[in-house]
C-alpha cells in the first residue's frame, strides 16, 4: 500500500485571529491577490489560525473569495493566544514544507497587496526573518516605543524598530529554530512577537527590515492587564536565559538591518489619547505597588516616582528610566522564585505608565519625524546606559532594597 503523499506548499500566508469577523475578509483578499501577482509560479496558501472565535470569524475567513487556497486551522475549545495559534502555523508549516511563511494580523485596515511582496520576497532571497516598518503615531505601539525596540537596541545593539510589530516573514531554518526553544505559557499568548524577535536575534538569524507604510488598525493606548504582563514576562524570561549571548556585547558591534520595501513612509494613523484617563490607570496601579516598587528601587529613583504620583506631574526621564528597567532586568535575573518575578513585572506597569505619560506631554504637539527622533533618544540613552546594567552584575551587593 502507497503512502499518502503530503502536500507541499512553496508559501503560507497565516493570519492569527480571536473575534475579527469584520475586518479578516479584507485581509484575507488582499493577501489573496499579492499571491497572485508576485508569486504566481509559487504553490501558495492562506491558512486562518484561529482560537475558536465564536463570532463567525471561521466562516468570514472561508466565504472570503479568493483563487489561493485557503485553510482554517483552530485551537482546541478554551485554548486562547496569538502564541498558541502561531504554534499551530509553524508546525503547519514544518509539515507542508514551506519555504516561505508570511504572518499578517487579522484586523489590518491598510494592508496592500505589496505588503505580500514586502515581506515574501527577502526569504526567498535568503533572509531568515523579515520585521516591519511602519509609519505609526507616537502614542501607538508605547511597549514597543519604550520597552522592545529600546531594549533591543541597548541590550542586544541592534536596531529593530518594530520588534513586536505584527507582521512578519520567517524562513524554514528559524522556524524549527523556534519551535526547539521554550515556550512558557505567556510566549504562547501576546509575548510570541518578542519571543521570535529575540530569538531570532539571539540565534545569529539573518535578519531584514521592510517598509510597509502606514499601518492602521485597531489601534490601542497602553495596556496595563494581561498584555503587558505577557510581553514583558517573555522579553525578560528570554533576555535572561540567554544572557551570555548579549551581556558581552557592546555598541562597537551595533547592528543594523538591511531595508527593503518602501523607503518613505507616509503620516501615520490619526490617534487620540485621553490623558486623564491614563493618569488614572497609573495610579490605580502605583497604588496597588507602591509598597513592591519602594522594595524593588533604590531610594532616590523611588522618590521621584512617589514624587510623580503624589504630584501628577509625569517627568520620568531616559535617564532614570533606562536606569530603572536595568536594576528591574537585573533583579528579575537574581529572583529565587516565580513570585518575586511576578512582582517586577506588576512593578513594571505604573512605571511603564509614567514613561508613557511623561512621553506624551513632551511630544503631543510633534510630527511622526520629529516623536520618532524621541524615540531613538530613548533608544541611544539604553545603549549608552549599558555599562550601568554591567555595573549591576560585577557588582551585585550595590543593588540593596531600601527598608526604611
Known amino acids: 500500500m502507497k503512502k499518502k503523499q503530503e502536500t507541499k506548499y512553496d508559501i503560507i500566508v497565516g493570519i492569527p485571529s480571536y473575534n475579527e469577523s469584520d475586518t479578516i475578509p479584507f485581509v484575507t483578499k488582499t493577501v489573496g491577490e499579492g499571491l497572485e501577482e508576485y508569486f504566481p509560479d509559487k504553490k501558495s496558501i492562506i491558512v486562518n489560525v484561529d482560537n475558536n472565535s465564536p463570532d463567525n470569524t471561521k466562516d468570514a475567513f472561508l466565504d472570503t473569495k479568493t483563487r489561493i487556497e485557503k485553510k482554517y486551522i483552530s485551537t482546541a475549545h478554551g485554548i486562547r493566544g496569538k502564541g498558541n495559534n502561531m504554534l499551530n502555523l509553524f508546525n503547519f508549516a514544518k509539515e507542508v514544507g514551506a519555504e516561505v511563511i508570511i504572518v499578517v494580523d487579522a484586523d489590518l485596515k491598510s494592508i496592500t497587496k505589496e505588503w505580500i511582496e514586502y515581506l515574501g520576497k527577502p526569504i526567498v532571497d535568503g533572509y531568515d526573518y523579515v520585521i516591519p516598518l511602519y509609519s505609526r503615531h507616537q502614542f501607538d505601539g508605547t511597549i514597543t516605543n519604550h520597552i522592545c525596540y529600546p531594549v533591543m537596541f541597548g541590550m542586544l545593539s541592534m536596531d529593530i524598530r518594530q520588534p513586536i510589530g505584527g507582521e512578519f516573514a520567517f524562513s524554514p531554518k528559524l522556524i524549527k529554530y523556534l519551535l526547539k526553544q521554550p515556550w512558557i505559557e505567556s510566549t504562547k499568548q501576546y509575548g510570541i512577537d518578542i519571543f521570535m524577535s529575540l530569538n531570532a536575534a539571539l540565534g545569529g538569524f539573518k535578519i531584514c527590515q521592510s517598509g510597509l507604510g502606514t499601518k492602521i488598525h485597531k489601534a490601542s493606548a497602553p495596556k496595563l492587564g494581561i498584555m503587558f504582563e505577557q510581553v514583558i514576562d517573555t522579553l525578560l524570561t528570554v533576555l535572561v536565559q540567554n544572557k551570555d549571548a548579549w551581556i558581552t556585547r557592546n555598541n562597537g558591534d551595533f547592528f543594523v ?97 509614567a514613561r508613557s505619560l511623561s512621553f506624551n506631554y513632551h511630544t503631543w504637539k510633534y510630527n511622526v519625524k520629529y516623536s520618532e527622533m524621541e524615540i531613538r533618544k530613548s533608544a541611544l540613552g539604553f545603549a549608552s546606559q549599558k555599562y550601568y546594567l554591567w555595573g549591576l552584575y560585577s557588582k551585585g551587593n550595590k543593588l540593596k532594597p531600601d527598608k526604611r
Open 257 to 353: 538591518p538591511d531595508k527593503f520595501g518602501l523607503k518613505e513612509l507616509a503620516e501615520p494613523q490619526e490617534l487620540d489619547i485621553n490623558i486623564l484617563d491614563l493618569k488614572e490607570k497609573g495610579q490605580i496601579e502605583y497604588s496597588k505597588y507602591q509598597t513592591d516598587i519602594k522594595e524593588l528601587l533604590e531610594p532616590y529613583a523611588f522618590s521621584r516616582i512617589r514624587e510623580m504620583f503624589e504630584m501628577e506631574v509625569f517627568d520620568l526621564t531616559i535617564l532614570l528610566w533606562t536606569q530603572i528597567f536595568y536594576s528591574l532586568v537585573y533583579r528579575y535575573d537574581i529572583a529565587k522564585s516565580n513570585e518575586e518575578r511576578k512582582k517586577i513585572i506588576n512593578s513594571l506597569k505604573p512605571l511603564y505608565f
